[in-house]
């Protein structure tokens, strides 16, 4: 059964660093999308893809962060500076059409800013 | 910001006991998914009732949504210690023309030997 793949899965990093994060989603999958999800909360969208292009960026910090979707295939989120406050669960999700339809997630990346 | 809230926030029950867990929300939908989510572990999809439906099920899952009153339970019958997560609720909001869903707080669901 195809799945969402994220990588790296554990990311330990000092404040004020860059980190980035990859996601390659199902094949064929038209929306990618990014949430992030701190300890005890549900996931939180930071930023969504139809294709390549953008089409929800309102809750992603543009100051310090960056998403891209060349190709309208996989997908990088970037944090520049990390902070302490980041330190969370970014998960990755695709999902066939371009409606609210089933999303299919990755196992995310545990970020540890210290 | 999160739409959904679930309660209870935590449950614990028997192996063989029916869990449920009820999630509200604020604003006018296209549909309702419920996903799971294992400690650590990414999302799991397991059912979506569209906003026209009241009620749904899919093996010991029953879903039921009520428009009028903003709500929407899950029912897992006969539970397992494999049923041990926590339980999401999403919906798909139409105030947003990007249909994005917004997640709820979550139900930690613990199921006993």
């Known amino acids: 059964e195809a799945e969402v793949a994220q990588s790296p899965r554990y990311k330990i990093t000092e404040k004020s660093q860059a980190v980035a994060f990859w996601c390659d989603p199902i094949?064929?999958?038209?929306?990618l999308y990014w949430y992030r999800q701190i300890l005890g909360q549900g996931p939180e969208l930071l930023v969504q893809?139809?294709?390549?292009?953008?089409?929800?960026d309102s809750q992603l910090p543009k100051d310090r962060f960056s998403a891209e979707r060349l190709k309208g295939v996989d997908s990088t989120l970037k944090i520049q500076p990390a902070e302490l406050g980041d330190s969370a669960m970014y998960l990755c999700?695709?999902?066939?059409?371009?409606?609210?339809?089933?999303?299919?997630f990755g196992p995310g990346t545990r970020l540890t800013v210290l | 910001s999160q739409q959904g809230e679930e309660d209870p926030q935590a449950l614990s029950i028997q192996e063989g006991e029916n869990a449920t867990m009820n999630c509200s929300y604020k604003?006018?939908?296209?549909?309702l998914q419920w996903y799971r989510q294992n400690s650590g572990r990414g999302l799991v999809h397991l059912i979506l009732?569209?906003?026209?439906?009241r009620e749904k099920h899919s093996g010991r899952l029953r879903v039921t949504l009520d428009t009028s009153k903003k709500s929407s339970s899950l029912l897992i019958t006969a539970s397992r210690a494999a049923d041990t997560a926590s339980y999401f609720c999403?919906?798909?909001?139409?105030?947003?023309?990007?249909?994005?869903?917004?997640f709820g707080t979550g139900t930690r669901l613990q199921v006993f030997p």
């Open positions: 009732i569209r906003s026209n439906e």
């Open positions: 604003t006018s939908i296209n549909n």
């Open positions: 893809f139809q294709d390549e292009s953008v089409v929800d």
């Open positions: 999700a695709s999902s066939l059409g371009y409606s609210a339809d089933t999303q299919y």
């Open positions: 999403a919906t798909a909001d139409l105030s947003y023309n990007t249909d994005k869903l917004i």
């Open positions: 094949s064929g999958h038209a929306t």
